[in-house]
């Protein structure tokens, strides 16, 4: 066989297992065994010179001529791989812009954020602002301003988390403390509720839990009586549990009234005849109330001669308790979905 055709038959050969190659690496494996360093074209270059003289140049050239062909072709068939390697990609990559988009999970309002929102709007129409207080707070206000020194023992029924001993510093048992820090900035006359969170040191069970809300109420004028408190309440009561409420008061103790008491709102499922939700009682209790204590006033610069009021504070739960039939105060701050997701309003 002719050197030109040995090269001929090469080229042949080269070419189909070309075409052959299936995707780049099988060019790359290609052009590595044709025109790399030990590939047949470079062997066959390197072995002219151990050719016949005469034949030497013809082969040369032939060789030569060769192996740019063959370093074309492989450069047409490594692009066309690689265009259709990049469009394969692409294809496997693409982002169906048609799909219907995923919706986004919306967040709703605890049903405590809407009680608290509830309340305010109430007391707004009763001429009442919403303010609010810190959760830390010191014993003074949350203690010594409200008529309960230290060694009182009514301090035991709000047994405290302290923040700093020897208790100069805790999270505050009740929203009272802001009664004295309203008078303290302002002149009669007063008129505030203050929503927000209490802490106790408390073994927690269905109607007990270590943090809570409350709503302080504050009223403090020339000439107010109990008559003005019974009207504030029973007017809570109609908004919240329906037109034909009635306000019941007992004597209770707080040091920071004179009178106190607790007051509860005839029961709206039963009207007051007695059910599973008052337990029988006719009555749901919704807080502790009573005329603001002298020396409260006192304390705070106000004139006990010249002016009364009246506070009144309640849970905020179990109002949300009451009104939707929970019956553990527990799952407020469970973080159950299930749970919450019944109080979602549509937005
Ligand atoms: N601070 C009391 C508590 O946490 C509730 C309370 C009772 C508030 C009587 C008042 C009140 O304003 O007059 O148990």
Redesign the pocket.
């Known amino acids: 066989m002719s050197v030109q055709e040995q090269l001929d038959e090469l080229r042949d050969r080269a070419q189909g297992e070309l075409d052959d190659a299936a995707d780049l690496a099988a060019a790359l494996a290609w052009e590595k065994a044709h025109l790399g360093p030990k590939g047949d074209v470079t062997l066959f270059l390197r072995g002219v010179g151990s050719l016949p003289t005469e034949d030497r140049p013809l082969a040369g050239r032939a060789g030569n001529a060769l192996k740019i062909v063959l370093a074309d072709l492989f450069e047409q068939r490594r692009a066309t791989l690689a265009a259709h390697d990049l469009e394969q990609r692409l294809a496997a990559d693409a982002i169906d812009v048609t799909l219907p988009g995923r919706p986004p999970s919306l967040g709703a309002e605890h049903p405590v954020s809407q009680m608290i929102d509830e309340l305010s709007d109430i007391f707004a129409l009763l001429g009442f602002q919403t303010v609010f207080g810190p959760e830390v707070e010191t014993a003074r206000y949350n203690f010594d301003l409200l008529n309960i020194p230290a060694d009182h023992p009514a301090r035991d029924v709000w047994d405290t988390i302290h923040v700093e001993s020897p208790g100069e510093l805790v999270l505050r048992?009740?929203t009272?403390p802001m009664?004295a820090r309203v008078m303290e900035t302002t002149q009669p006359p007063v008129r505030v509720v203050v929503p927000g969170r209490v802490y106790r040191y408390e073994a927690q069970d269905a109607s007990h839990e270590w943090m809570f809300h409350?709503l302080?109420?504050l009223a403090v004028d020339r000439h107010i009586t109990m008559a003005d408190l019974k009207g504030t309440l029973t007017e809570l009561a109609r908004q919240l549990f329906g037109p034909s409420r009635r306000i019941r008061f007992r004597c209770d103790f707080?040091p920071?009234?004179e009178p106190?008491v607790d007051f509860a709102v005839d029961c709206a499922l039963c009207n007051g005849k007695g059910c599973r939700v008052c337990k029988g009682t006719g009555w749901l209790e919704m807080?502790?109330?009573?005329m603001v204590h002298p020396r409260v006033l006192e304390g705070v610069g106000y004139d006990p001669a010249r002016y009364s009021g009246f506070?009144?504070?309640l849970g905020i739960e179990r109002l949300a308790m009451m009104r939707s039939g929970v019956d553990d105060v527990r799952a407020f701050a469970g973080n159950d979905l299930r749970f919450l997701r019944q109080f979602a309003r549509a937005a």
């Open positions: 048992t009740h009272s009664q409350q302080e109420g707080f920071f009234v106190g807080g502790g109330a009573g506070a009144f504070g």
